[in-house]
């Protein structure tokens, strides 16, 4: 009988320990480590000069990560006061941040006219091949995260970026929130796609600290916050432009309250890119539902 008894025991604990491990991994199949709360993404569009002048000095204070996204679009190449060299770009590399890649020439996606959107997504492997080729020539690794220009999104560029070597793209906080006020919602990990991670704040000049607070305070039960900012100042985008005061009081703040700032690649550490819902859209259909019951 004791042997029995001692084998019953045995097969029990078998099976508990089979099925919480079970549990666990079918609850979260997504996760590599739980997200800690106050976990925050910082994004930079558009290859503002700011960014080299302002931005990496304060980051680099606070030892905080970031993804910088590289466009060669808008005056880029002939005009050095507004926009950054390859040469401050390669270093933001070696400082540690990260380089995202923006597409050649800033083309957005346009998915409200069917023509306009099949022609750009025929030049996307073109648009992203000219950053890589730069990164490569300025010994800056092949980015492996993306910005969609302008924030436009389409279902058909998730597979086409998946073979363009691309694990995370960032949209704006549209379509859950309208784009004026720059508001958005934090990234939920297995229910957002890693090719559509959601803004959730994008900075406008009009912001206050509160508008900052909003979106990072989001960053909590398993959410992270992905911020996204263009210049500071930005000299050549005024509708995105934020004032350095206001980004010094926004990097204190993060400082202050013990957030961790990181780069957008570094989410493979807590996230299998690999893992996609399978539905891409239906998340952010569920949240319009909700945020239409609660106006
Ligand atoms: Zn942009």
């Given at each position: 009988?004791?042997?029995?008894?001692?084998?019953?025991?045995?097969?029990?604990?078998?099976?508990?320990?089979?099925?919480?491990?079970?549990?666990?991994?079918?609850?979260?199949?997504?996760?590599?480590?739980?997200?800690?709360?106050?976990?925050?993404?910082?994004?930079?569009?558009?290859?503002?000069?700011?960014?080299?002048?302002?931005?990496?000095?304060?980051?680099?204070?606070?030892?905080?990560?970031?993804?910088?996204?590289?466009?060669?679009?808008?005056?880029?190449?002939?005009?050095?006061?507004?926009?950054?060299?390859?040469?401050?770009?390669?270093?933001?590399?070696?400082?540690?941040?990260?380089?995202?890649?923006?597409?050649?020439?800033?083309?957005?996606?346009?998915?409200?006219?069917?023509?306009?959107?099949?022609?750009?997504?025929?030049?996307?492997?073109?648009?992203?091949?000219?950053?890589?080729?730069?990164?490569?020539?300025?010994?800056?690794?092949?980015?492996?995260?993306?910005?969609?220009?302008?924030?436009?999104?389409?279902?058909?560029?998730?597979?086409?970026?998946?073979?363009?070597?691309?694990?995370?793209?960032?949209?704006?906080g549209?379509?859950e929130y309208p784009?004026?006020?720059?508001r958005g919602?934090?990234?939920?990990?297995?229910?957002?796609?890693?090719?559509?991670?959601?803004?959730?704040?994008?900075?406008?000049?009009?912001?206050?600290?509160?508008?900052?607070?909003?979106?990072?305070?989001?960053?909590?039960?398993?959410?992270?916050?992905?911020?996204?900012?263009?210049?500071?100042?930005?000299?050549?985008?005024?509708?995105?432009?934020?004032?350095?005061?206001?980004?010094?009081?926004?990097?204190?703040?993060?400082?202050?309250?013990?957030?961790?700032?990181?780069?957008?690649?570094?989410?493979?550490?807590?996230?299998?890119?690999?893992?996609?819902?399978?539905?891409?859209?239906?998340?952010?259909?569920?949240?319009?539902?909700?945020?239409?019951?609660?106006?």
């Amino acid at each position: 009988m004791h042997y029995y008894r001692r084998l019953f025991v045995f097969i029990f604990c078998l099976l508990a320990v089979f099925k919480t491990e079970q549990v666990v991994l079918a609850a979260s199949p997504i996760l590599k480590q739980s997200i800690p709360d106050k976990l925050v993404v910082l994004t930079f569009d558009d290859s503002v000069k700011s960014h080299y002048t302002v931005v990496r000095p304060l980051l680099r204070k606070y030892k905080f990560g970031a993804t910088f996204f590289i466009t060669e679009g808008f005056e880029f190449k002939t005009n050095k006061k507004h926009y950054m060299s390859w040469s401050e770009i390669a270093r933001l590399y070696q400082d540690g941040f990260e380089i995202g890649n923006h597409t050649r020439s800033h083309m957005g996606l346009d998915a409200k006219h069917p023509e306009s959107l099949k022609k750009q997504l025929a030049a996307y492997p073109e648009q992203l091949g000219a950053i890589d080729a730069r990164c490569k020539e300025y010994g800056i690794p092949v980015p492996t995260s993306f910005a969609y220009p302008g924030n436009g999104i389409a279902a058909e560029a998730l597979p086409l970026l998946k073979s363009l070597n691309i694990k995370f793209a960032r949209r704006g906080g549209a379509p859950e929130y309208p784009y004026e006020k720059g508001r958005g919602v934090a990234y939920e990990p297995g229910k957002d796609h890693p090719l559509l991670l959601p803004t959730a704040g994008d900075a406008r000049p009009d912001w206050e600290l509160s508008d900052f607070v909003r979106a990072v305070k989001q960053a909590k039960n398993g959410r992270i916050a992905i911020i996204q900012f263009h210049g500071a100042p930005d000299l050549a985008h005024s509708w995105v432009n934020t004032p350095v005061g206001k980004f010094e009081l926004y990097m204190k703040y993060l400082a202050e309250n013990n957030y961790r700032v990181i780069a957008l690649r570094d989410l493979e550490k807590y996230v299998d890119p690999n893992f996609t819902p399978r539905n891409a859209f239906d998340v952010i259909e569920e949240r319009k539902k909700e945020l239409a019951k609660q106006k």
